[in-house]
T-cell receptor, first 113, second 115 residues
Framework: KNQVEQSPQSLIILEGKNCTLQ??????????LRWYKQDTGRGPVSLTI?????NTKSNGRYTATLDADTKQSSLHITASQLSDSASYIC????????????FGAGTILRVKS | DGGITQSPKYLFRKEGQNVTLSCEQN?????MYWYRQDPGQGLRLIYY???????QKGDIAEGYSVSREKKESFPLTVTSAQKNPTAFYLC??????????????FGNGTRLTVT
C-alpha cells in the first residue's frame, strides 16, 4: 500500500484560476513533509518543507498546509500561470526509518489559456 | 552557478549491455543519492552515499552499482542484471547526510531506454 497518496492524479485548470492538490500519508512518525514541483523532463525543485509543528507555509503563490492529526496536506496554487503546468510531488520524511523519504506519485497539473 | 549535472540527457542501449550514468555536483554537498522514476509511481531510492568512499543500498539496488571516489561525483552503473532498466534516473544531493530538514537538490535526469 502506498504510504503517500496524492489526488487528483491529474488536473486541468484555466489560467488565473486557483487550485488545491491533496496529499494523504500514513507514514508515522515523520520528520517533515515536502512539496516539490517537477517540470516535464526535468528534476524536481523544492517548494516547501514543513515540520509536524507547522501547519502552513507559503512560497510566493504556493501555500502548503499540514494537518498532522488527520495526516493530510494540501498545496494551494493562487492565480495560476501557464508556467505552473508541472507535476507536484508530496514527500514525507519517515523518522523511524532514519528519515527515509517516501514519495507520492504526483499530481499532473495543466494550466491552459 | 552551483548545481548538479547529469549526463547524458538521453541514453539508448541494447539489452545485455552495462551502461554508466554520470552525476557531478559543485555544491560541495556531502551526501548524494540516485533515484529511479517510473510513470505513475513515486521516486524510488537506488543507492546513496553520505561521504566519499562509502555508499549504501537503497530500496531497489539489485542490478545497479555505484562508486564514490570523489566528493563531486557519484556515477551509477546499470548492469545487465537489472531486469527492467528503462526509466528516468535522477541524481540528488544534500549538504550533510542525515539532516532531516535539508531539501534535496536534483539534477535534470537521464532518460535511459533499453531495447
Amino acid at each position: 500500500k502506498n504510504q503517500v497518496e496524492q489526488s487528483p492524479q491529474s488536473l486541468i485548470i484555466l489560467e488565473g484560476k486557483n487550485c488545491t492538490l491533496q496529499c494523504n500519508y500514513t507514514v508515522s512518525p515523520f520528520s517533515n513533509l515536502r512539496w516539490y514541483k517537477q517540470d516535464t523532463g526535468r528534476g524536481p525543485v523544492s517548494l516547501t518543507i514543513m515540520t509536524f509543528s507547522e501547519n502552513t507555509k507559503s512560497n510566493g503563490r504556493y501555500t502548503a498546509t499540514l494537518d498532522a492529526d488527520t495526516k493530510q496536506s494540501s498545496l494551494h496554487i493562487t492565480a495560476s500561470q501557464l508556467s505552473d503546468s508541472a507535476s507536484y510531488i508530496c514527500v514525507v520524511s519517515a523518522r523511524e526509518y532514519g528519515n527515509k523519504l517516501v514519495f507520492g506519485a504526483g499530481t499532473i497539473l495543466r494550466v491552459k489559456s | 552557478d552551483g548545481g548538479i549535472t547529469q549526463s547524458p540527457k538521453y541514453l539508448f542501449r541494447k539489452e545485455g549491455q552495462n551502461v554508466t550514468l554520470s552525476c557531478e555536483q559543485n555544491l560541495n554537498h556531502d551526501a548524494m543519492y540516485w533515484y529511479r522514476q517510473d510513470p505513475g509511481q513515486g521516486l524510488r531510492l537506488i543507492y546513496y552515499s553520505q561521504i566519499v568512499n562509502d555508499f549504501q543500498k537503497g530500496d531497489i539496488a539489485e542490478g545497479y552499482s555505484v562508486s564514490r571516489e570523489k566528493k563531486e561525483s557519484f556515477p551509477l552503473t546499470v548492469t545487465s542484471a537489472q531486469k527492467n532498466p528503462t526509466a528516468f534516473y535522477l541524481c540528488a544531493s544534500i549538504p550533510r547526510g542525515g539532516d532531516p530538514n535539508s531539501p534535496l537538490h536534483f539534477g535534470n535526469g537521464t532518460r535511459l531506454t533499453v531495447t
